[in-house]
């Protein structure tokens, strides 16, 4: 029987909140671990730009014209957050922003998408590419059905056989476990058509979906990727139920607990350095915007977290980390890696333990070698095209949470050293639930 998800909700206390909002745009900026917050409406449109620490929001730079109902998402490759269009006083916008973590840049594209509010857009890290889908273009014409993607230097219009129908005030995500961005929801015609349809896009066809059991139809939710629970957490939509949903790559799970009360276009965006989804206010009825700032996080993480230094062998050294994004949770398969192995490589030992160690190997023939761990459990795992892979299956049982292990890799290669082994860095696993 699968694990109750134990990822929770609480609110935090800023001294400094943003004023009270909804359909602002929210991005995590990674590389100077801080979520940006822009625009939105709520007594006014708005043109300011806060900056959130884990602890508190403060105001930063502000750049593009007041607006709401805008497009945004963080860059990783290129480490710049991506702003398009949303919906100001005079109309639709259709212009380009970046941040760099100091101030806005303007950018001038030569071919761009049509104006728009309420997109959908999520960064593909396998891709390095921004995707935007559909938006609100007006009265005439109807919800858009298009689907571009910024590179950092200009949009590509992709033009596909199949996939989802016109629709505005979708929300769009990451999907870690099929590698590809998911959509969900949206309307057609100004909330008279709502859907429940699930779709990935994979940088060349849209999949749909048909999971056994979905969220209600609706618009105006939010979505983010909790990229180390491997989760698209879903939450809010204009009056349709108060609960968080999580999407696991197969199937959505409805989250019956405490959380954010029920509103509609909240701004939400996950948070990689504290590994929390961070989300801020949205419309909560009678004409009233939130200003409330929730997180949501599981207090038992799964981390695996490197340490030491290997020693090198005719190309380098080997490196050990986790498998992409693998973690040793509960119920869950890890998966370690060992890679920049010599063509020459036979194949790698991985060492597992529960002490750690630091012992010179220098005379086992091994110079430069470190031992960092004292090993109860060894399994040899051939080496393919540069690398080798370890896996486990870890237990559903919730007395393994909070356990350490430590592991390393030895690998073979004939030559390097006189004892023709050399050593990986090693990493710590601590094992979490979800």
Do not use: K
């Not at 801080?34 to 508190?56: E, K, P, Q, T, Y």
């Not at 728009?116 to 960064?123: E, T």
């Not at 938006?135 to 014409?141: H, I, L």
């Not at 909240?266 to 939130?290: E, H, I, Q, S």
Request: glycine content about 10%; proline content about 7%; some cysteine.
């Amino acid at each position: 029987m699968p694990l109750a998800a134990q990822a929770a909700w609480s609110r935090v206390y800023p001294a400094t909140p943003p004023a009270g909002r909804q359909s602002a745009a929210f991005a995590f900026d990674a590389a100077r671990g801080v979520g940006v917050l822009f625009g939105g409406a709520g007594s006014a449109i708005f043109a300011d730009c806060h900056v959130w620490d884990g602890a508190n929001w403060s105001p930063a730079a502000s750049g593009p014209s007041a607006r709401y109902a805008a497009a945004m998402v963080y860059d990783d490759q290129r480490r710049r957050i991506v702003l398009f269009g949303g919906y100001d006083a005079a109309g639709r916008l259709d212009d380009t922003w970046e941040w760099n973590g100091t101030g806005w840049l303007q950018r001038s594209p030569a071919i761009r998408p049509m104006p728009r509010s309420y997109a959908a857009m999520a960064y593909d890290p396998g891709r390095g590419v921004s995707v935007l889908f559909g938006g609100d273009a007006g009265s005439s014409p109807p919800p858009l059905d298009d689907l571009w993607e910024w590179d950092g230097n200009d949009w590509r219009q992709r033009t596909t056989s199949h996939g989802p129908g016109r629709r505005a005030a979708a929300q769009m995500a990451f999907d870690p476990v099929n590698a590809a961005v998911l959509m969900f929801g949206g309307r057609e015609d100004q909330g008279q058509t709502n859907f429940d349809d699930t779709w990935t896009w994979n940088g060349s066809v849209w999949v749909q979906h048909q999971p056994p059991m979905v969220p209600a139809a609706r618009y105006g939710h939010a979505m983010a990727t909790d990229l180390h629970r491997q989760r698209i957490v879903l939450h809010g939509s204009t009056a349709v139920d108060p609960f968080t949903w999580e999407w696991n790559g197969t199937t959505w799970a409805i989250r019956l607990m405490a959380s954010p009360s029920s509103r509609a276009f909240p701004a939400m965006a996950y948070d990689p350095v504290r590994r929390a989804v961070v989300l801020f206010g949205g419309y909560v009825g009678t004409n009233t915007r939130a200003g409330d700032t929730w997180i949501h996080r599981t207090d038992d993480p799964a981390t695996v977290t490197t340490h030491g230094h290997g020693c090198p062998g005719s190309i380098g050294v080997p490196l050990l980390r986790a498998d992409g994004y693998s973690l040793p949770w509960l119920g869950d398969t890890l998966t370690i890696a060992a890679e920049a192995l010599a063509p020459a490589a036979a194949g790698v030992v991985f060492a597992t333990g529960i002490t750690s160690a630091m012992q010179d190997l220098g005379s086992y023939g091994m110079p430069l070698c470190t031992a960092w761990l004292v090993p109860m459990a060894t399994d040899f795992v051939p080496a393919s095209n540069g690398s080798a892979r370890w896996s486990v299956a870890i237990p559903a049982a919730t007395a393994l949470v909070g356990v350490r292990v430590q592991q390393q890799a030895f690998v073979f290669e004939a030559g390097a050293n006189v004892a023709g082994v050399i050593a990986s860095n090693a990493a710590e696993l601590t094992v979490g639930i979800r």
